[in-house]
T-cell receptor, first 117, second 113 residues
Framework: DTAVSQTPKYLVTQMGNDKSIKCEQNLGHDTMYWYKQDSKKFLKIMFSYNNKELIINETVPNRFSPKSPDKAHLNLHINSLELGDSAVYFC????????????????FGAGSRLTVL | DQQVKQNSPSLSVQEGRISILNCDYTNSMFDYFLWYKKYPAEGPTFLISISSIKDKNEDGRFTVFLNKSAKHLSLHIVPSQPGDSAVYFCAASAQGGSEKLVFGKGTKLTVNP
């Protein structure tokens, strides 16, 4: 049973298209994230949702729109794709520990490699 | 603005020897540090963490050391095994409402048989 699953794993598309990546977690976690790993290999946070509410938005272009229909799902929709959007996008989840203390341990999905031509 | 830095892109060690992966940080507000391991075509998986109030945490073959005054941490793997070959990411977080993990660029460890 995959804990954090994202689809599709690979996505090749043309500039200007709109695409979505879906993510689901079965861990019962309260918080979900989208991270982007670009060509320089940095893993950078894009968004974080806690119980369907947006809590982190790291100055991502508004062409990127996350949607959380429930706390087990966090989808990422990207409009008007650009060459620079090519990257691996990782979904992750964690228990909300901000008020409990302890390390915030994220569980990641396997990633979705997006290639924009 | 790299708040978490892993200055060695790669490291190669012999099986059975010690692997030492290093990480430096700039944000003194960080109070938890984590190491993740990543195999190709998979997501990062959590390995070990340390709180800023400790200077050492051990879990089997993996030990993390924290030097707060130097803003430096290291991951020791001993003995190293070929299955440890992966990219290792250092990450840090600051409590106080944000649950954001800030990652370093990763170090690719190769353990040769």
């Amino acid at each position: 049973d995959t804990a954090v699953s994202q689809t599709p794993k690979y996505l090749v598309t043309q500039m200007g298209n709109d695409k979505s990546i879906k993510c689901e977690q079965n861990l019962g976690h309260d918080t979900m994230y989208w991270y982007k790993q670009d060509s320089k290999k940095f893993l950078k946070i894009m968004f974080s949702y806690n119980n369907k509410e947006l809590i982190i938005n790291e100055t991502v272009p508004n062409r990127f729109s996350p949607k959380s229909p429930d706390k087990a799902h966090l989808n990422l929709h990207i409009n008007s794709l650009e060459l620079g959007d090519s990257a691996v996008y990782f979904c992750a989840s964690s228990q909300a520990l901000a008020f409990l203390g302890g390390a915030n341990v994220l569980t990641f999905g396997a990633g979705s490699r997006l290639t924009v031509l | 603005d790299q708040q978490v830095k892993q200055n060695s892109p790669s490291l190669s060690v012999q099986e059975g020897r010690i692997s030492i992966l290093n990480c430096d940080y700039t944000n003194s507000m960080f109070d938890y540090f984590l190491w993740y391991k990543k195999y190709p075509a998979e997501g990062p998986t959590f390995l070990i963490s340390i709180s800023s109030i400790k200077d050492k945490n051990e879990d089997g073959r993996f030990t993390v050391f924290l030097n707060k005054s130097a803003k430096h941490l290291s991951l020791h793997i001993v003995p190293s095994q070929p299955g440890d070959s992966a990219v290792y990411f250092c990450a840090a977080s600051a409590q106080g409402g944000s649950e954001k993990l800030v990652f370093g660029k990763g170090t690719k460890l190769t353990v040769n048989p």
